[in-house]
């Protein structure tokens, strides 16, 4: 038996009183007018940048003109033609230090607080997190009011052992002496793409 294993053995003997989970279908979770609106003025709150792509528009060029000094480019996506390195096909996750801008696609956006569903699609996940920049292609169409409509929204895939996670902005702490840092722990900038229907 795990270490782990111990620990939930010893808690679960020593509850004494069981609770049955609250029931949510009364919360009037909050909804907006417009959710694209609210999660565009959302993500600027948070630090990201949000750019509507134009029908017809190609991501690579657009990319390219964001970032045009970026060296290191980390994609698997299909339409990604300028990444210099696939997360799917690097030995291991360190390998992906030193990307420039790692491009990864969100599922949906919350227009409550400006998160975007990442789930793993790819090999090593340390491409959302190393990358020094971040581009997230979201579909337009794709936002919802608030956690409560994404949460019933998550789906896993099964080949990367269920994980996912929600991303909100470029990484910032302000622990440091009160000052706000950009990229403490992972990318200093997050830029969300909106595509066309």
Known sequence: MSNKDDILKRYRANVREKYDMPDLSDIKAITYPNPLVQFVKMTEMVGGQVIEVD???DVNVLIRELFPKAKEIASNLPE????TR???TVGRARDLNGTDVGIIRGKFGVAENACI???QTMKEKAVCFISENLIILLPKSQIVNNMHEAYK???FDKEYDGYGTFISGPSKTADIAQVLV???QAARSATVLLLPE
């Open 182 to 184: 950009m990229g403490a």
């Open 117 to 119: 569903w990442i789930p």
């Open 86 to 88: 696939n997360p799917d």
């Open 55 to 57: 029908p017809g528009r």
């Open 153 to 155: 929204r998550i789906e």
């Open 80 to 83: 990604i033609t300028i990444a």
